[in-house]
Each structure stands twice: as structure tokens, then as C-alpha cells.
């Protein structure tokens, strides 16, 4: 059976527990994910105290395994931006097809505050679930790397 839990600044994650999730993301994000530090350093943002930070992470598991994780980082601004981005979604393939991605993004949904971006690659199988969940692509993101 499948449990959710959630996780944000007042739970005081550990670094073990951040680190099991940064690993089951890295493992399970496939061609679409990021190094590992990253995703470490973006569990940081969200799950710190500090006011200029924020967010929040959904964990599905089975027994003790994680099998589906979503972070979503506040981004401390609104209107002109949207006040969270999702930065990571992952299943694990075993699990996929069975709906779980589409409650984990329904949980994250219903649990931001504001607004909801995220990025998705045009070809990421992914992209047609934001779309059924809401999402539109209203811009072409454009990034200078320095």
C-alpha cells in the first residue's frame, strides 16, 4: 500500500533523510535529471527555515521505499512570477502507469500556495499529464549560461 508524506521547513529534515530523496531523484529522473549536488542543494532551498526560502516535498512510498517524489521551491515572488516552481517529479519505473505521478502532482497542486511553474522538456512523456493536470506553456524559456 502506498503512504504520502510531506515534508516542509518545521519538519527539520535530516540530512539523511534529504539525501534519500536526492538519491531516489537522481537515480529515477532519468535523462531529465539533474547531478546530484543539485538536487541536494535545491532540498536545501526547500526545506530550510530561513525567510527568503521555501517550499515543500511529497514523498509516496511503499513500506519503507520511496517510490514517487515532487519538490516545489517558493520562489518569494508574485504576479509578475509565479509563486512556486516545480523543480523535480520522479516515479519509479516500476511503478509508473498506475497513477501515482498524477496524485503527486495533485497533492504538490493542492498544497502551493500561488501559482505553479515548472519546466518540462518538449519530448518528456511527462509534459502530456501537466497539460491533463492544468498546465500551459504560455512562454518559450530562454537561458544565458555563464
Avoid at 8 to 33: R, S, V
Avoid at 92 to 110: W, Y
Amino acid at each position: 500500500m502506498t503512504s504520502f508524506q510531506t515534508l516542509t521547513a518545521i519538519d527539520n529534515a535530516t540530512y539523511l533523510q534529504k539525501k534519500e530523496i536526492a538519491d531516489f531523484l537522481f537515480q529515477h529522473l532519468d535523462e531529465y535529471g539533474d547531478p546530484h549536488e543539485h538536487i541536494m542543494r535545491c532540498l536545501d532551498y526547500a526545506l530550510d527555515q530561513a525567510v527568503d526560502k521555501g517550499g515543500f516535498v511529497v514523498l509516496a512510498r511503499e513500506g519503507e521505499e520511496v517510490v514517487g517524489a515532487v519538490v516545489v521551491n517558493k520562489t518569494g515572488m508574485s504576479g509578475y512570477i509565479p509563486e512556486n516552481i516545480l523543480v523535480y517529479v520522479a516515479v519509479d519505473a516500476s511503478q509508473r502507469g498506475k497513477g501515482l505521478g498524477k496524485r503527486l502532482m495533485q497533492m504538490a497542486i493542492n498544497l502551493a500556495q500561488g501559482a505553479v511553474a515548472l519546466h518540462v522538456e518538449p519530448d518528456n512523456p511527462a509534459k502530456k499529464l501537466y497539460e491533463k493536470l492544468g498546465f500551459t506553456h504560455k512562454y518559450l524559456e530562454m537561458r544565458l549560461t555563464k
